[in-house]
């Protein structure tokens, strides 16, 4: 009974085949099914290569802005540092006249020497203006806060002579400048007033992105004495008065944007924001949202930041998305019409089912349209040899980097790409490969950079990794993966040679400041102090003179005498300046006596004990040596008295094992690493000033220090670079 129940059932469908054939729907479904396929992975390999291209463009977008941003910190930088040279200018003059600003016929000597007209090109008006003590000292955070205040400066310098200051001559009228100059005069450094320009006929209710233009300002502070005091309301007491320059903003940003034509920049600052470029334009930047590609930077100058804003549609950075995206769209919708077709073809011969060749087809086809969108998209140059190492797959990126077309390549050696030295040890590199078994590994040991051959005879370096897979016939198949690092190998060659630029024109900056303080010391102590006792060697004739006579006014000779004990204590200030800034002795004596002076000098001015061990040995110290050591330990002695709050320091300095040695501990409250040493939170060059100077004469420098447990600063040095010629023969 079963088996006559079930012979009619078998037997129907297979009359129903013989009669009608295979039906067509079964494989139309397939062939559709199976395009579907192709058409949503090409669509989705489209999709990813296009969102990695796009993240590309903004990367190179990204790198674009942050150069123009890097020229614009150079070109504000500039400016600042030709205030900081005016108020050089200022304080000599200051010192030498005892009026407290250079005449005019100075004034113009010096700006003529500046040729301001062309450097920087930015700078529109350049000038000096003495401070308002009263109106200073009133300013808010000083001791009677709350009086009422008038202008706190007002210049009395400027070139050209017709140019003007933030509030004519007057400074500090508006808020904007008042706030500024506050900001100055309390922190030492160059803080910057941004505020807007109404144009003519606007009202005063308008909002700033009505104005036409905005004035930037900058202003420097000018003290009595150099460094400046630590404590505010003791710099505002030495306040002398400000240099303060006019930037033509909108000329520095025009000039800078003129390099990226492509690329549209906006800047603004200021509270309410104010939009420096282009002037008078919107600070929402409505129009620069529409854009493909954006970025945002935060610059901040003189205690005010700039917002730079910058946005492009060039259509260069996404041209290379569309076009690998539509490639690859018709490249899988050609690849879904001829596999459907074939799978059709296939469903009819063999009479498979819809679910049997949809399952089959779909897995080969969405395999294979992975390997050639990853194949055909890929950023690094992919090269597949055979045992032979013969090409036999040869992508795109690899026609880019060798300059070689797909079908010139395919089918011969790898070497024609190889440079001749380097062609027996990269096939018995490759054999042994094949022999381990590994799966992939990087070609080339540790870092070291592999040369390729382009097909025009160039060499360039590159990195390469190998892979191996069976080709399904008993044999195997290399992949090589090559990426070109030119640019790479060129950008740091590039960054060793500014650094080695930059350590040697630190080295001259040393050495002129140097020479710089010999001469002023000299000056100070041979002119300057020979001067003073002269005069006081007259003044000494004149009140014997007068005291012999019997109708001298006793005031006037108490004034004389009032009159030598200032000149003392003036020769003793010259001669505390002159030391500060090169002993003497230094180059009269040697380093020793010279560290011997600095160190009682440190204990009388700090009453910091001091225990020391000196012993150089038979080192004859070079000019130059001796003036590094002694640099180095007035530093660190300076960092003591201003950061560690010490009652004790050692300094030892000994020579052994060819080199000189010298450190310098103290029991201060240290710091949580090294660091974190650099003045404690404060902007400071000293330990950094150290390390440049030891660098230079081939030394290290090495830092010991806790919280609670002091710190300690060792320094080693080669003797050969410090000690005197003849002591080296």
Known sequence: MPAAGNTPSSAKPAAARKDGGTPLRAPLLAAALTGAIFLAAALVSALIVRDHLLDVAQANFDARAAHVTSDIRRELSLCSELLRGASGLIVSQAQSSGDGKPSAEVWDRYISRLDLDDTPPCVRTLGYADASPAAIAAAPGAANEGATTGPLAHSVLMWPPRGEAADGVDLGVSDATRAALM??????????????????????????????????????????????????????????????????????????????????????????????????????????????????????????????????????????????????????????????????????????????????????????????????????????????????????????????????????????????RFREV????????????????????????????????????????????????????????????????????????????????????????????????????????????????????????????PSAPPPVLAQLQGMRRLIDSTVGSVRRIAADLRPVMLDDLGLLPAIDWLLNDFTTRYGIDIERRIEPGNTSFSKSGATTIFRIVQEALTNVARHAEATRVSISLFSEDCHCTVRIADNGHGARDAQATEGHGEKSFGLLGIRERVHILGGSVSIDTALGRGFALTVRIPLAAIQQEEALQ
């Open 426 to 549: 990269h096939r018995k590199h490759v054999e042994r490969f094949g022999e381990t078994g590994v799966t992939q590994r990087k070609m080339g040991r540790q870092q070291l950079v592999l040369m390729g051959l382009r097909a025009d005879g160039e060499e360039f370096p590159l990195e390469a990794s190998i892979a191996q897979v069976g080709d399904g016939q008993g044999g195997k198949l290399f992949a090589v993966m090559l990426r070109d690092v030119t640019e790479r190998i060129q950008a740091e060659e590039a960054l060793k040679a500014s650094r080695q630029e930059l350590r040697e024109l630190s080295a001259n900056l040393q050495n002129v400041r140097e020479d710089e303080k010999t001469r002023i010391a000299r000056e100070l102590h041979d002119d300057l102090g020979q001067q003073l006792t002269a005069l006081k060697m007259d003044l000494s004739l004149v009140e014997q003179s007068l005291a012999e006579v």
């Open 183 to 420: 900001r100055a005069a309390n922190s030492g450094d160059v803080a910057m007033s941004v505020r807007p320009l109404a144009r003519e006929g606007a009202s005063g209710t308008e909002p700033a992105e009505s104005q036409t233009r905005a004035r930037v300002d900058l202003y420097l502070p000018v003290y009595r004495v150099a460094p400046p005091p630590v404590l505010v309301p003791a710099r505002r007491a030495a306040l002398l008065g400000f240099v303060l320059a006019r930037l033509d903003t909108e000329y520095l940003f025009a000039s800078i944007a003129a390099h990226e034509p492509n690329m549209q920049m906006r800047v603004s600052a200021g509270q309410p924001p104010i939009a420096l470029y282009p002037p008078g334009a919107a600070v929402s930047g409505q129009n620069a949202r529409s854009q493909l590609f954006r970025h945002t930077d935060t610059l901040r100058v003189g205690g005010q930041p700039l917002s730079l804003d910058y946005a492009t549609s060039d259509p260069a950075l996404k041209d290379s998305a569309n076009f690998s995206s539509s490639a690859i769209l018709s490249a899988g919708f050609a690849a879904a019409l001829i596999t459907g077709a074939a799978v059709f073809v296939f469903m009819r011969k063999r009479g498979m089912t819809l679910a049997e060749a949809g399952l089959a087809r779909s897995r080969s086809s969405l395999n294979e349209a992975r390997m050639m969108a990853i194949f055909h998209s890929s950023g690094e140059a992919i090269i597949t040899l055979d045992e032979r190492q013969r090409i036999v797959l040869f992508n795109p990126s690899a026609e880019q980097v060798f300059r070689c077309s797909a079908m010139d390549a395919i089918g011969t050696s790898i070497d024609r790409f190889i440079p001749a």
